[in-house]
């Protein structure tokens, strides 16, 4: 995989990043994505918790305004837990939870 400059990426690349909802423990927290062409790595900014990992992550959609999963990823697809990525040319929304440790 390439990494793109801002100057020599060969699309467009968008995404939108929305946190959706927390546990019942400020320790997990979870977001969607949508988005192409995207590469998302998550760090903490709590100094007694300074690594982030995914917990969760799920493809899916929504219908009638709710949430529809469909396939879990795991680490092959989030590195083992250390980032999302929705490819260059393929379009999707991710349902993923955090956790800091």
């Not at 909802?21 to 900014?45: D, Q, R």
């Not at 959609?61 to 879990?72: A, F, L, N, T, V």
Request: aromatic share 12%; with cysteine; hydrophobic share 30%.
């Amino acid at each position: 995989m390439k990494n793109y400059s801002f100057y020599d990426a060969p699309t467009v690349v968008i995404g939108l990043l929305v946190k959706s909802a927390e546990y019942g423990s400020s320790c997990f927290f979870c977001f969607i994505v949508s988005s192409t062409g995207i590469v998302i790595t998550c760090l903490s900014n709590q100094p007694g918790a300074p690594n982030t990992g995914i917990l969760h992550l799920d493809e899916g959609r929504y219908i009638d305004e709710k949430w529809k999963p469909g396939r879990r990823l795991n680490g092959d697809q989030d590195h083992q837990g250390r980032h999302i990525r929705i490819p260059v040319g393929e379009y999707g929304i991710q349902k993923l939870t955090l956790y800091r440790y």
